[in-house]
């Protein structure tokens, strides 16, 4: 009799791990350590066509429940040879992506909208403003809570199967662009009814968007833990 709920609840947590790459999983903001940086209004301004620098380097995603998906980067490279002379990019893109039945992730970016903003300030005086579309393939991701601060991390396992530093949760609905094509004609002087129209949009879409995770104690975790095994204990037990 244990040994018949021993192995149905063994076939539950199969059933749960293997569930791991569930494409619901992904959805939401996450961001790198650093808590900089997030997709949405505050890394890219469409209207105006500005990257706003972040006050630390980081990455983030957000991942909506209908295949969209926004990207915002901010790398700093330092140059050893003369610490003044660190380059720093800033990279937004936003497009559809798709979960594969293998567990592995494409992010297909709608190209008319990506944009970067290169700065070496020792090469350049000037920082290098462009348009920039890049695909991008993850091998796989996994979605786990942290034990040690009880967030939700969400790791991604790049095209060669490498380790990307890891993300946690910080919105949820996500906090993002318009999921629609932000420069429609391709050129980077809209229209006056183009703009207009990006903009109300814009508008409509903040009012109801984006919900702040609050990071649960990692104490409340683990008494949620413990209390979860009694219940599953007690469950053997009674049946
Ligand atoms: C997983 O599936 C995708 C899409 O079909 C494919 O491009 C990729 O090569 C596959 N990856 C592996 C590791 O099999
Ligand atoms: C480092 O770069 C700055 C800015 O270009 C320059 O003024 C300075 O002389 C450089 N220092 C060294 C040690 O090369």
Request: net charge positive; hydrophobic share 35%; aromatic share 12%.
């Amino acid at each position: 009799m244990i040994l018949q709920y021993l192995v149905a609840l063994v076939a539950v947590i199969a059933a749960v791990a293997a569930d791991s790459n569930d494409k619901s999983k992904l959805v939401g903001t996450w961001t790198s350590k650093s808590n900089t940086v997030f997709t949405g209004p505050g890394f890219y301004d469409p209207v105006d066509e500005l990257l706003i620098e972040p006050d630390l380097p980081g990455i983030s995603y957000s991942f909506t429940e209908d295949g969209y998906y926004e990207e915002a980067l901010y790398r700093v490279t330092s140059n050893p040879q003369n610490h003044s002379c660190a380059s720093a990019v800033l990279i937004f893109q936003h497009g559809k992506y798709t979960v594969h039945a293998n567990g592995s992730v494409t992010l297909n970016p709608f190209e008319v909208d990506g944009r970067q903003l290169l700065s070496q300030p020792c090469k350049k005086s000037h920082s290098e403003y462009s348009r920039y579309k890049q695909k991008t393939f993850f091998k796989s991701f996994e979605v786990s809570v942290n034990t040690y601060n009880g967030r939700n991390m969400l790791q991604i396992f790049q095209f060669d199967g490498s380790k990307m530093q890891p993300l946690y949760l910080a919105y949820k609905p996500p906090l993002m662009l318009p999921t629609i094509t932000l420069n429609p004609t391709g050129k980077s002087s809209q229209t006056g009814s183009t703009r207009k129209r990006v903009r109300r949009s814009l508008e409509n879409q903040y009012r109801t968007n984006a919900v702040r995770e609050v990071p649960k104690s990692f104490e409340l975790f683990w008494w949620f833990s413990i209390a979860a095994i009694g219940a599953s204990s007690a469950y053997l037990f009674l049946h």
